[in-house]
């Protein structure tokens, strides 16, 4: 489930950080450079989550996950909540659409 450099280390400290029903909708968090965690979701979104305030980027995602239709998730790859107020959205590759 862990991934990256020190990710077992750091694993404590994520999972103390986010809430409990999140952590059964993580397939693989992977720690980046011994500062941040990029999650890949069982939904198949992958998030990268903000170096020094984990749970306030699980909040966005549930803001933006709430308020979006399945057929709109389904066309979202990456989710990069690593700015405070920001969500940056990288869609899938539209071509087969």
Known sequence: M?????SLANAKIL???IPVFFKN???VAIFINNR???INLKNGL???IAEND????VENYYKIYNSISDQELQKIDLID???PKK??????DSQND
């Open 2 to 6: 862990f991934k990256g450099n020190n």
């Open 15 to 17: 999972l103390e950080k």
């Open 25 to 27: 909708e993580i397939k």
């Open 36 to 38: 941040r965690w990029d």
């Open 46 to 48: 992958y998030l990268k």
């Open 54 to 57: 984990i749970l306030r980027s």
């Open 81 to 83: 909540l690593r700015m």
């Open 87 to 92: 969500a940056i959205l990288k869609f899938k």
